[in-house]
């Protein structure tokens, strides 16, 4: 079975500042995606960004970027220029491309941003 | 992108009673799932919600505690069933539109049990 593990509870970083959340993972399959979604107070989850693990080219959206590094099995998700409104769980997620569709989490990291 | 809209968004529920909540997608997709996730913690699949038949349940689910529906493509509900204050958690609707798309959700729905 697949597994996704973020050692990092929480993590804190000043606005405006750069902050790299780890994300490692343990599969067998070649064929995957990975995606980060993060959750505010408000509970909702949001899609940050995802990953198709036969691109070899690192995912960027905006401020958000991964350094996917498959040999590694490691997808770890920078935040550039960190706003007030980053504050949030972030989740790592698994999904097989080939077996059921389902999302397989990670514990998740709090972010806490500092003005 | 789908917009998934769950109700009711929060419940404070009885001991020993059932509630259901409904989750509607503004568009048809083809995967729905349900998920739980308890305080402080991640998100644990309860199942994968199958349009006209039985649900897929995750090891640790079961029928009689969390029956599912998906009458049609757009349209699911969770029932739990016999609360326990174990059950108090965010119950989250997600769906996929189509291969190799993101899953999105809903908003979730907080259930508190007393």
């Known amino acids: 079975a697949q597994t996704v593990t973020q050692s990092q509870p929480e993590m804190s970083v000043q606005e405006a500042e750069t902050v790299t959340l780890s994300c490692t993972y343990d599969?067998?399959?070649?064929?995957?995606?990975l995606f980060w979604y993060k959750q505010p107070p408000s509970r909702q989850m949001i899609l940050v960004i995802r990953?198709?693990?036969?691109?070899?080219q690192n995912a960027t959206e905006n401020r958000f970027s991964v350094n996917f590094q498959k040999a590694a099995k490691s997808f770890s998700l920078k935040i550039s220029d960190s706003q007030l409104g980053d504050a949030a769980m972030y989740f790592c997620?698994?999904?097989?491309?080939?077996?059921?569709?389902?999302?397989?989490f990670g514990a998740g990291t709090i972010l806490r941003v500092k003005s | 992108s789908a917009v998934i809209s769950q109700k009711p968004s929060r419940d404070i529920c009885q001991r020993g009673t059932s509630l259901t909540i409904q989750c509607q997608v503004d568009?048809?997709?083809?995967?729905m799932f349900w998920y739980r996730q308890q305080p402080g913690q991640s998100l644990t699949l309860i199942a994968t919600?199958?349009?006209?038949?039985?649900?897929?349940?995750e090891s640790g689910f079961v029928i009689d505690k969390f029956p599912i529906s998906r009458p049609n493509l757009t349209f699911s509900t969770l029932t739990v069933s016999n609360m326990s204050p174990e059950d108090s958690s965010i119950y989250l609707c997600?769906?996929?539109?189509?291969?190799?798309?993101?899953?999105?959700f809903g908003d979730g729905t907080r259930l508190s049990i007393l």
């Open positions: 919600a199958n349009q006209g038949s039985e649900a897929t349940y």
């Open positions: 568009s048809q997709v083809t995967m």
């Open positions: 997620a698994y999904r097989s491309a080939v077996y059921g569709n389902k999302l397989v």
């Open positions: 599969t067998s399959e070649s064929d995957y995606y």
């Open positions: 990953q198709e693990a036969y691109k070899q």
């Open positions: 997600s769906a996929i539109t189509g291969r190799g798309q993101p899953q999105h």
